[in-house]
C-alpha cells in the first residue's frame, strides 16, 4: 500500500514533466488558458502581492485629488496601453498575452489591488507575465499615485473621475 502512494507521488510528476517537454502543453499567448491554470496562477499572484506588500506604509494620501489626478495621467501614459483606458479593453493587452493582462477599468470591485499590492506589483513587475518593473523609471511617489488610482478607480473623486471619462 505504501508502496504504491510513493510510487503515485513520482509518477505523476514524470508524466507531467514529459507531457511538458514533448511539447503538449500550449505555448502560445492567444488561446484561453484551462481554468485550473488561470485559477492557480491567479491565487499564486495574490498571494504573493498580499506576502510583499505586507508591512509597506503608502506615504500618499489615497484621497489626495491632486496625487489621484496625477496617477491617472501616468497610468494614461505609461499602463493604458496594456491595462485599457475608462471605457475600453486595450486592442492588444487584452488578447494577446499571456497570461492576460488586467483590464482594470472592468474587473470587479473585490478583485482590485489595495495600493500597497498594486505598488510592489508596479516597483518589482510581476514575472512570467509582461509586467515590467517601473523602479528606477518612475519615482517612489509616482509609483504610488499610479497605485493609488488603480485601486480607487471604480470610486474616483468628481474631478479625476471626469478627468479619466473624459480621455478616451
Known amino acids: 500500500m505504501i508502496l504504491a502512494f510513493v510510487a503515485g507521488l513520482l509518477?505523476?510528476?514524470v508524466i507531467l514533466a514529459v507531457v511538458a517537454l514533448v511539447g503538449w502543453l500550449p505555448s502560445d499567448a492567444v488561446s484561453?488558458?484551462?481554468?485550473?491554470e488561470q485559477a492557480i496562477g491567479e491565487g499564486a499572484l495574490d498571494a504573493s502581492l498580499?506576502?510583499?506588500?505586507?508591512?509597506?506604509h503608502n506615504p500618499v494620501n489615497s484621497s489626495d485629488t491632486a496625487a489621484l489626478l496625477a496617477g491617472e495621467k501616468l497610468f494614461r501614459q505609461n499602463c493604458a496601453g496594456c491595462h485599457g483606458g475608462a471605457h475600453?479593453?486595450?486592442s492588444w493587452g487584452a488578447r494577446n498575452f499571456y497570461p492576460r493582462v488586467p483590464q482594470f477599468w472592468r474587473v470587479e470591485e473585490d478583485d482590485?489591488?489595495?495600493p500597497q499590492e498594486a505598488f510592489v506589483a508596479i516597483r518589482d513587475g510581476v514575472r512570467?507575465?509582461?509586467m515590467g518593473a517601473w523602479n528606477g523609471m518612475?519615482?517612489?511617489r509616482q509609483m504610488w499615485q499610479v497605485a493609488n488610482f488603480v485601486s480607487r478607480m471604480h470610486h474616483l473623486p468628481p474631478d479625476v473621475a471626469h478627468a479619466w471619462q473624459a480621455r478616451k
Open 128 to 130: 512570467y507575465s509582461g
Open 88 to 90: 475600453a479593453d486595450s
Open 50 to 56: 498580499g506576502r510583499r506588500a505586507k508591512g509597506l
Open 138 to 140: 518612475l519615482s517612489e
Open 11 to 13: 509518477v505523476l510528476p
Open 32 to 36: 484561453q488558458p484551462p481554468g485550473l
Open 112 to 114: 482590485v489591488p489595495a
